[in-house]
């Protein structure tokens, strides 16, 4: 076999170490990661529907096990303990931390041709839910790159917790019913914590709730939360999925204050579409100096973006680094 150097890795090509086809395989196992698609052997990051297929054989932590059977039915698994190495395939592999929703893990695989780390959704520093992210040194780095945009740069997230608490704080001093919309898995039991532990009792729509016990069975408590039963309760705020609501707003509600909870509410147009509710920047996601961050803590030999903008591989080669755009 040839030295593996990084111009032998192209995007969408064979390389010794992995190969992308509609989604990344390790090689030469062909263990699919984050395939989307029904694998023999798949692992999968987290629960979040684009990563995860009803795969014969599925790699994951216990908590994404639970919520992947949740939401596909009855997929057998094989549990990655967080930091301990599995001989799978022909490969040595470590799930670590990701800190994107609770649960959520990056890929670590080391074999003779080098060392790989697979980021899937990621977010570093500390998190009231997800256990908090663990990069390693890798000769390869393929990384999730939602926000890799300069304009993505997200205020401290003590600032962020604060301007979130102010504004359901505010809202219930007005006698209005603070309605949060956010994603039903991972955003909305995040949200349920920070305002939980701050002394804010939390209803839930009913597919957010079922998710939350998912959770708490899995060990990650979430404090004063309830089923919302069609009328909002004084002093509690409401959580639901971020469709729009009824124009009548929450059902049972008369006075609703809307809040939406996303690294999105960055983006001035994102804001307009709802100009009159409040915009809380709280991500889950790696923002633009994270993923830099992320790059020179892991000093891989080339970084394979995905996902984001195209932009952010010319960002990182300015900065001196090997990246490419992985298709
Ligand atoms: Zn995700
Ligand atoms: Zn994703």
Redesign the pocket.
């Known amino acids: 076999m040839p030295e593996l150097s990084p111009s032998t890795i192209r995007p969408g090509h064979v390389s010794g170490l992995f190969a992308t086809d509609r989604g990344l395989f390790l090689l030469p196992s062909r263990i699919g990661v984050d395939v989307t698609r029904r694998q023999a052997i798949g692992f999968i990051?987290?629960a979040?529907m684009?990563?995860a297929a009803s795969h014969a054989l599925a790699l994951c932590t216990e908590a994404t096990a639970r919520m992947v059977r949740h939401r596909l039915g009855n997929v057998t698994t094989r549990v990655m303990e967080f930091g301990q190495p599995q001989e799978i395939a022909g490969h040595r592999l470590t799930a670590l931390p990701a800190g994107?929703?609770f649960g959520?893990a990056m890929l670590f695989t080391e074999h003779e041709k080098g060392s790989l780390l697979y980021t899937?959704?990621f977010r570093l520093g500390p998190s009231a839910t997800a256990q908090p992210a663990e990069l390693c040194q890798a000769d390869y780095l393929i990384m999730e790159c939602t926000f890799g945009h300069p304009n993505y740069r997200l205020p401290a997230r003590e600032v962020v917790i604060e301007m979130l608490l102010e504004t359901v704080t505010q809202a219930i001093r007005r006698g209005a019913t603070p309605v949060i919309s956010a994603y039903v898995l991972?955003k909305s039991q995040e949200v349920t914590k920070i305002l939980t532990s701050h002394g804010i009792p939390v209803l839930q729509h009913p597919t957010i709730f079922e998710i939350s016990q998912i959770y708490q069975a899995s060990g990650c408590e979430l404090g004063d939360f309830r089923l919302y039963e069609g009328r909002p309760v004084p002093g509690c705020a409401v959580i639901v999925p971020p469709k729009p609501l009824a124009p009548s707003g929450l059902p049972g509600a008369l006075h609703v204050e809307k809040i939406h909870v996303t690294g999105w509410a960055m983006d001035a147009k994102r804001r307009q579409s709802a100009p009159r509710d409040h915009w809380i920047p709280l991500s889950?996601?790696a923002d633009f100096d994270q993923l830099l961050d992320a790059v020179e803590q892991v000093s891989p030999q080339a970084v394979f973006c995905t996902h984001g903008p195209k932009s952010f591989v010319e960002e990182l080669r300015q900065r001196g680094h090997d990246a490419r755009w992985l298709a």
């Open positions: 990051s987290h979040h684009d990563h994107h929703i959520s899937g959704d991972g889950d996601h």
